[in-house]
Nanobody, 124 residues
C-alpha cells in the first residue's frame, strides 16, 4: 500500500515553467514504477510521463516530449515533473500514479495507486 500526495500546482502564464512533486508514503517506494497523468475538463485522463523503478528509464507522451522531465528520488520517496514552455493546452489536473506491473505502462488501468491531483492552469 502506498499513499501519494501531489504539490506544486498553480496558475502560470504561457511560456513559463512549473514543477510538480509527489510524495509517497509507505514501504518499498523503489519497487513501484511511477507516472504522471492529467485530465482536462471534459476529457479523459491521459498519460503524461513515466519513470522506471530505478529511475533509469523514462517515457513521455508526444505532446510533452522535450518540454517535461520526470525524475525520482528513491531516498526521499519523491517523484517530480518539471514542466517548461507551458501552453494553455497543458491546463489540467495532474495526477501522480504508482505501481504498474508492466514495463512502460501508459494506461490508466495499469496503476493501482493515485494521488488526489494538482491543478495546473496556464493562461495565454
Amino acid at each position: 500500500q502506498v499513499q501519494l500526495v501531489e504539490s506544486g500546482g498553480g496558475l502560470v502564464q504561457a511560456g513559463e515553467s512549473l514543477r510538480l512533486s509527489c510524495a509517497a508514503s509507505g514501504r518499498f517506494f523503489s519497487s513501484y514504477a511511477m507516472a504522471w497523468f492529467r485530465q482536462a475538463p471534459g476529457k479523459e485522463r491521459e498519460f503524461v510521463a513515466l519513470i522506471s523503478r530505478s529511475g533509469g528509464f523514462a517515457m513521455y507522451a508526444d505532446s510533452v516530449k522535450g518540454r517535461f522531465t520526470i525524475s525520482r528520488d528513491n531516498t526521499k520517496n519523491m517523484v517530480s515533473l518539471q514542466m517548461t514552455s507551458l501552453t494553455a493546452e497543458d491546463t489540467a489536473v495532474y495526477y501522480c500514479a504508482a505501481d504498474s506491473g508492466r514495463a512502460a505502462d501508459t494506461t490508466v488501468s495499469g496503476y493501482n495507486y493515485w494521488g488526489q491531483g494538482a491543478q495546473v492552469t496556464v493562461s495565454s
